[in-house]
């Protein structure tokens, strides 16, 4: 087995093996892996812009029954002093702040609340729009799916259906971290199994509602699992639809561990710069059928994401306003609109605002 020979073929669009991709992971130059995953990425979004977005993240609850050994924001029912569920009171001022800063979406995610189903979702996500008819919500994703179904004993097809009707307008690739069965009994015993992140995605395809995909590597998965990810990802964007969404962009990043059962339970080395950035190569060489991918700046930083563009990513995502749970696991860069343009233009690219559907759109903060 060459590299060049695999080169060839990546730049070709033509679909690598698990053997040619974990031979690229183990035995590339990190320069080399760069160099195609940019001339992919010219491929795919030729030119020199990068795209940003502005949207909030709000939690609905902290509750959570999958008890994931990376997560410090969960909490259980019982835990009273801890434990809440925002309100409409609360989510009023937060989105009149997004609007005054540009934004016009929020990522509502929270937990595996064993109480809420969908009456609650949909009753949430309607009186919501009703406050803001424009306001676009990007929310739940997999795993609160299939949460939803296990509690109102229906199907993805009909849940998803009625959030839709409700107000939901995109469901993030939540709940993935590595799609491999093994790691997400040991990291995540709760959560809905690899097949069920799977059926709750290509459910969503089907209805035509935009998706992306996640992986957060680096804790107890090997090179296997990490390919195997890929490739998962990547058989899945295959089996959508003509004309449909599917998977409109992928992001990974390396756990944060700090302070987590992860880190108590297993000896957790952080992932080096050299180590993301080959990542986020590898995903464009492999995921020859998804057009974006992101660069994490909120658990890399601003200079690490910045090498990233030049291997790869066109997307440099989120300002991210209160993102909670990655941060009260060790992640602490921040962007706001101005600085992350900045960075944009520092790395050699030229910014431009997007949807969630990856369209342009015009920044227009409120005074």
Not at 97 to 118: A, D
Not at 121 to 147: C, M, T, V, W
Not at 295 to 318: I, P, Q, R, T, Y
Request: glycine share 6%; aromatic share 8%.
């Amino acid at each position: 087995m060459k590299l060049e020979d695999i080169y060839k073929k990546a730049l070709q669009l033509e679909n690598l093996n698990s053997k040619e991709a974990l031979y690229i992971y183990r035995n590339a130059p990190t320069t080399e892996l760069m160099f195609v995953a940019n001339d992919l990425r010219q491929h795919h979004v030729p030119g020199n812009t990068v795209s940003w977005q502005i949207d909030r993240n709000i939690n609905i609850t902290n509750v959570c029954i999958s008890a994931c050994k990376f997560c410090n924001f969960h909490c259980k029912l019982n835990d009273t002093d801890k434990s809440y569920t925002t309100t409409l009171d609360d989510y009023i001022p937060k989105i009149e702040e997004l609007y005054r800063r540009g934004g016009s979406q929020v990522l509502l995610q929270g937990g595996l609340h064993p109480k809420y189903g969908l009456d609650f979702y949909s009753n949430l996500f309607r009186s919501l729009k009703q406050h803001f008819p424009d306001l676009k919500l990007h929310a739940l994703g997999p795993p609160e799916i299939a949460h939803i179904a296990r509690l109102e004993k229906m199907n993805y097809h009909d849940v998803l259906i009625h959030l839709i009707d409700a107000g939901l307008d995109s469901l993030p690739g939540a709940g993935a971290e590595i799609l491999a069965d093994r790691v997400r009994k040991i990291l995540s015993p709760a959560k809905p199994n690899v097949q069920a992140w799977l059926d709750v995605m290509l459910e969503a395809h089907k209805l035509n509602l935009a998706t992306s995909a996640t992986m957060m590597f680096g804790h107890i998965e090997t090179p296997e699992e990490r390919i195997e990810h890929f490739l998962k990802i990547r058989d899945l964007q295959n089996e959508r639809p003509n004309g449909t969404y599917g998977f409109l962009a992928f992001i990974c990043w390396p756990v944060q561990s700090k302070g987590t059962p992860l880190a108590e339970q297993f000896d957790i080395k952080p992932v080096t710069a050299t180590e993301y950035v080959r990542m986020v190569a590898l995903s464009r060489i492999v995921l020859n059928n998804i057009k974006h991918i992101q660069a994490s700046w909120l658990s890399v930083g601003k200079d690490v994401a910045e090498l990233c563009l030049h291997g790869g990513a066109n997307d440099f995502g989120s300002i991210m306003i209160e993102e909670n749970v990655m941060s009260s696991a060790g992640a602490h860069n921040s962007f706001d609109a101005k600085s992350i343009q900045a960075a944009i233009k520092e790395a050699g690219f030229e910014p431009w605002l997007r949807n969630q559907r990856y369209e342009k759109i015009e920044y227009k903060p409120q005074n």
